[in-house]
């Protein structure tokens, strides 16, 4: 069992930024992917960015490369995403999620994540 706690979201103005933490407790003790999804009013759940944990691997969306970056601690088994030039449609709730398979690529189906925090909300008002 993994346990996952986000962190980190909040009301900003458009253009600016905010930074999401995951923390995850549990059965951490061994390589897994940690990734950001987002999930907006009436659409579906959404991959944003993910890494592996050796930090090597990443990827993102490419409605946020060269705006978000994620990043992982391993010594606190924590997941960073920061989020600059923040859009409207950045609004969402987002979720981390942890995925156990052993891949060296960074899934990105929803289906692929085994674990899954509550969610904090990130609202960006113009």
């Known amino acids: 069992q993994v346990q996952l706690e986000e962190s980190g979201g909040g009301l900003v103005q458009r253009g600016g930024s905010l930074r999401l933490s995951c923390s995850a407790s549990g059965r951490t003790d061994r390589p897994y992917t940690m990734a950001w999804f987002r999930q907006a009013p009436g659409q579906e759940r959404e991959f944003v960015a993910g890494?592996?944990?050796?930090?090597?691997?990443?990827r993102y969306a490419d409605s946020v490369k060269g705006r978000f970056t994620i990043s992982t601690d391993n010594a606190r088994n924590t997941a960073y995403l920061q989020m600059n030039s923040l859009k409207s449609e950045d609004t969402a709730v987002y979720y981390c999620?942890?995925?156990?398979?052993?891949?060296?690529?960074?899934?990105?189906?929803?289906?692929?994540?085994?674990?899954w925090g509550q969610g904090t909300q990130v609202t960006v008002s113009s």
């Open positions: 999620a942890v995925d156990l398979a052993s891949t060296v690529v960074v899934r990105t189906t929803v289906d692929e994540y085994d674990y």
């Open positions: 890494i592996r944990r050796s930090g090597i691997n990443t």
